[in-house]
C-alpha cells in the first residue's frame, strides 16, 4: 500500500517468519550440537540454509521494490535509520569485548598479581603468580603441545606482520569504497564496478590473512581460545571482527552484483550506503583492535 | 478539527480498501501481518499469557515458601522456578507489552499510517516467540531448566545442565528482537510524525519509549556479549570468567548490570510515560511540568549507564567504586522526584474522577514511591552489605515491578480497551478487580521488606521457623493476587465479545481528547472506537494546544 502522500507500507510478508524459522532451527540445532546430540548439526546446517535462503529472498524482494521506484524519500530515511542504529547496537557488542580487554588487563590480572585491593587475593590464591600480560593466568592454561599435553607456554602475536598487512589491506578498502562511491554518484558506472571489486577483493585478502594467522597460533605459536584470558580476548575480538568482515564483504558482493545489472542512481542507492557504512565501521573496530590487541 | 480529520481519514480509507489493504484472510492474517495494530495485538496476547505462565511460577515458589521444609517441590526445580519466573515476566510479560502498547498507540499517536518498518516489524515479534519458545523447553530438559537466578552468574550458572545452551541462544533471540523493535520505534518516531507534532508536543508515552529504545539497542547487545561469554567459557575453552586463566568471574557481573540496570529502567519508563498519558485525562488538568518530565525521564536514563555496581556492593568492589556508584545511585532520586511531584500536581485541584484506569495510576504514584524510597535505602552501601540477597531486595523491585510496571499496564489495557475494541469494558468488574489487586499486593510484598530486613535470603526453598508468619501471609497474598488477575481476563475477553453493550464514542473519556496528548490533542482519540485497519495514511494537521482555544 501506499499512501496518498507516497509513504511505502507492504503488506502481508512471509520473509520475516521464515527468517526467524531458519534461524530458530539454526539455533535449536546449535545448542544440541553443543550437548551432543547426533542430530544437532545436521539440524543447523538445514536452519542456516532456510535462514540464508530466505533473507536472500527478501532482499531480492526489496532490491526489485527500490528498483522500481516503490521507495520515496521518507522510506529511505526510515531505512538509513534502521541501518544507523543496527550499527550502533554492532558497536556496543564490540563495546562489550573490549571493556573485557581492558578491564582484565587493567584491573582483575593486577589484582590476582597482589595489586591494589588484591593482596589477600594473590597470598591465598596463587602466591607464585606475578602481574604481566600476556598472560594465560595462574594455573598457565593452554600452550603449545609437548608430548600429547599442553605445556602453558604460548607466544603473544606480534603487530608487524600479517596485522600491519591486514590494516593496511583493511584501510585501502576503505579509499577504494568510497573512490566506488564517487564514481555511482558521478554515473561513472565503470569506476563503480571496478571499485567494488577492487574492495571485495581486499576484504577476502584481509580474510585469508586472518586465517593464516590464526592457523600459525593454533599450530606454531601455541596461542588458542584455550590460552587463558590473553587467548580468550585475542580470539573472541578478532573472531567476532573477522566474522563481520566477512558478512560486510558478502554484503558488498551484493551489492557489486546488483552494480553489474545495473542497480543503483545518484538519488536512490540505500543499499550501497549501507553497504558503505557497514564497512566503514568494519574497519574502524579493526584499528581499536590493531591498537588495544596487538600493539599495546 | 478533530472530528474533519477523523472523518478525512475515515473517507480515505473506504476509498481504498476495495484493494488488497485489508488483513489476510484466516489464521495468515495473523503469521504475515504487517500491520502495527495486529502487531500490537499479538505483542499484547503473547505477553498476556507469559504473564500467566510466570504467574503460575510465582504461585509454585509461594506455595512452597508457604511453611518452612520442602513441602511440594525439589530445591533444584524451585531455583528453576524463580530463574524462569524472572526470565518470562521480564522478557516475556512486561517487555511484548510495552512493545505491544507502542505498536498500537505510536502511530495513532503522532500520526503516522503504520510503523516506520513494518515486515521487521512482524520479524521483531516472531523473534520474541522464537526466543520464548527456546527458553520453555528447558523446563522439560535433562538436569531441568536454568536454575542460577535470571542473573546467570558464573561460576554457579555453568553447572546447568543440557539447558545452558538454549538459554543463551534464546537471548540472542530476544535481544534481537527487541533491537529490531527499538529500531523500528525510533524510525517510527523520528521520521514518520505528522507536520506539526514536534518533538516538544507528543504524548509523554511517546517520550519515555523513543529514550527506551535508545536504552535498548545501548545494552541488549551487551547483554548477548556477555552471555556469549558464558557459552565459549562452557564449551569452548576460553577462561573470561574464570580466575585460573586470568579472567575474572566478577567481571561478568559488572558486564550482566551494565546490561541490567538500564533494563530495569526499560521496564518503568514506558511506565512512566502510561502514568503521564493517564493522569492528564481522569484529572482534566494539562500534564504538570511537561518539558520537566522529558528532561527528568532523559536524565534517568543516562544515569541507568553509571549506577550499575549498586547491584554488587557485596561483591569486594574497591572502597572508591563504592562510594560512586552509592552517590550517583543517589541523584537518581531526584529527577525520579521531579516525575511523583508532577504527577501529584497534575492531579491537585483537579475535577477527578476515579474509573479504573485512574484507580491504577493512582496506586501506582503511591506504591511507586514506596518502591523507590526502598531503593534508596539499597543505594546506601553500608546500609545495603545487611540488605543484600534478602527478601528486601525482592520486596524493593517487585513494588517496582508489579504495583508500577504490571498495575500501568493493567491501566493502559483499560484505558485503551475501548478505543482497541469499540466497547466499553465492565467498569464494576474493573473496579473489583482493582481493589482485590491493590490490596493483595500489599499482602503479598509488605511483609517481604520485615522478612529481609530480619534476615531471611532470597532464592531458597526452605527457611527458618521464625519467619513462618510473614511467609504465610505473603503467601496468601500471593495467591488472592494470582487469581485476581483473572477478572482482567475475563474483563478483556468479554469487552472483545461485546462488553457492556455500550459503544465506545471516539473520544471514549471525557477529557481524553484535551488532555491525552502532550503538547496538543490526543491523536487516538479522534480517530472512530475501533479505529479502521489503517488510520492516519493522510497526515493529520496538528493544533498546538495554546491556539486550540
Known sequence: MSTSHGYYIPHKATWPVMVTAGLFCMLAGFASYLNGSSSGATFMLVGFAIFIIMVAGWFTLQASESESGTYNTQVGISFRMGMMWFIFSEVMFFAVFFGTLWYTRNLSVPWLGGEGTGAATKALLWPDYETAWPTNGPAHLGGKIVDGKTSGEFEPMGAFGLPLLNTLLLLSSGVTCTWAHHGLLAKNRDQLIKGLIATVTLGFLFVLCQATEYHEAYTDMGLTLGSGIYGSTFFMLTGFHGFHVCVGAIILSVVLFRSWKGHFKPENHFAFEAAAWYWHFVDVVWLGLFIFVYIM | ?549
Open chain 2, 1 to 549: 478539527m478533530s472530528a474533519v480529520v477523523a472523518e478525512h481519514d475515515e473517507h480515505h480509507e473506504h476509498e481504498h480498501d476495495d484493494h488488497d489493504h485489508g488483513p489476510a484472510k484466516g489464521w495468515l492474517r495473523w503469521i504475515i501481518t504487517t500491520n502495527h495494530k495486529d502487531i500490537g495485538t499479538l505483542y499484547l496476547w503473547f505477553a498476556l499469557v507469559m504473564f500467566f505462565v510466570g504467574g503460575v511460577m510465582a504461585l509454585i515458589i509461594r506455595a512452597e515458601l508457604f511453611q518452612p521444609g520442602l513441602s511440594f517441590v525439589e530445591p533444584q526445580f524451585f531455583n528453576s522456578m524463580t530463574t524462569m519466573h524472572a526470565l518470562v515476566m521480564i522478557f516475556g510479560g512486561v517487555m511484548p507489552a510495552f512493545v505491544g502498547l507502542a505498536n498500537w498507540m505510536i502511530p495513532m499517536m503522532i500520526g503516522a499510517p503504520d510503523m516506520a518498518l513494518p515486515r521487521m516489524n512482524n520479524m521483531s515479534f516472531w523473534m520474541l516467540v522464537a526466543g520464548i519458545v527456546l527458553l520453555s523447553s528447558t523446563l522439560f530438559m535433562e538436569g531441568g531448566a536454568p536454575a542460577a537466578g535470571w542473573t546467570m552468574y558464573p561460576p554457579l550458572v555453568l553447572q546447568t545442565g543440557a539447558a545452558l545452551p538454549f538459554a543463551i541462544f534464546s537471548v540472542h533471540l530476544l535481544g534481537i528482537s527487541s533491537i529490531m523493535g527499538a529500531i523500528n520505534i525510533i524510525a517510527t518516531i523520528f521520521n514518520m510524525r505528522a507536520p506539526g507534532m514536534t518533538l516538544m508536543r507528543m504524548p509523554m508515552f511517546v517520550w519515555t519509549w523513543v529514550i527506551t529504545a535508545f536504552l535498548l539497542i545501548a545494552v541488549m547487545p551487551v547483554f548477548a556479549g556477555a552471555v556469549t561469554m558464558l557459552l565459549t567459557d562452557k564449551f569452548f575453552e576460553t577462561s573470561f570468567f574464570d580466575a585460573a586463566g586470568g579472567g575474572d568471574p566478577v567481571l561478568y557481573q559488572h558486564i550482566f548490570w551494565f546490561f541490567g540496570h538500564p533494563e530495569v529502567y526499560i521496564l518503568i519508563l514506558p511506565t512512566f510515560g502510561l502514568a503521564s498519558t493517564i493522569i492528564p485525562v481522569f484529572a482534566r488538568k494539562p500534564l504538570f511540568g511537561y518539558s520537566s518530565m522529558v528532561y527528568a525521564t532523559a536524565a534517568i536514563a543516562f544515569l541507568s549507564f553509571i549506577v550499575w555496581a549498586h547491584h554488587m556492593f557485596t561483591v569486594g568492589m574497591p572502597l572508591a567504586g563504592e562510594l560512586y556508584f552509592m552517590y550517583s545511585t543517589m541523584i537518581i532520586a531526584i529527577p525520579t522526584a521531579v516525575k511523583v511531584f508532577n504527577w501529584t500536581a497534575t492531579m491537585w485541584k483537579g475535577a477527578m474522577t476515579f474509573e479504573t484506569p485512574m484507580l491504577f495510576s493512582i496506586s501506582f504514584v503511591v506504591l511507586f514511591t514506596m518502591g523507590g524510597f526502598t531503593g534508596l535505602m539499597m543505594a546506601i552501601a553500608p546500609s545495603d552489605l545487611q540488605y543484600h540477597d534478602t527478601y528486601f531486595i525482592v520486596a524493593h523491585f517487585h513494588y517496582v515491578l508489579v504495583p508500577s510496571a504490571i498495575f500501568m499496564i493493567m491501566a493502559g489495557g483499560y484505558y485503551w480497551l475501548p478505543k482497541w475494541t469499540g466497547n466499553m469494558y465492565n467498569e464494576k468488574i474493573g473496579q473489583l478487580h482493582f481493589w482485590l489487586s491493590a490490596i493483595s499486593v500489599n499482602i503479598l510484598f509488605f511483609p517481604q521488606h520485615f522478612l529481609g530486613l530480619a534476615g531471611m535470603p532470597r532464592r531458597i526453598p526452605d527457611y527458618a521457623v521464625q519467619f513462618t508468619d510473614w511467609n504465610m501471609i505473603s503467601s496468601i497474598g500471593g495467591f488472592i493476587f494470582g487469581f485476581s488477575q483473572l477478572l482482567f481476563l475475563y474483563i478483556v475477553v468479554d469487552t472483545i465479545r461485546g462488553g457492556t453493550g455500550v459503544k465506545a464514542t471516539n473520544e471514549v473519556w471525557d477529557g481524553a481528547l484535551q488532555y491525552g496528548g502532550g503538547g496538543t490533542q490526543g491523536l487516538e482519540w479522534t480517530l472512530p472506537s475501533p479505529p479502521p485497519y489503517h488510520t492516519f495514511t493522510e497526515p493529520p494537521v496538528i493544533v498546538p494546544t495554546e491556539y486550540q482555544h
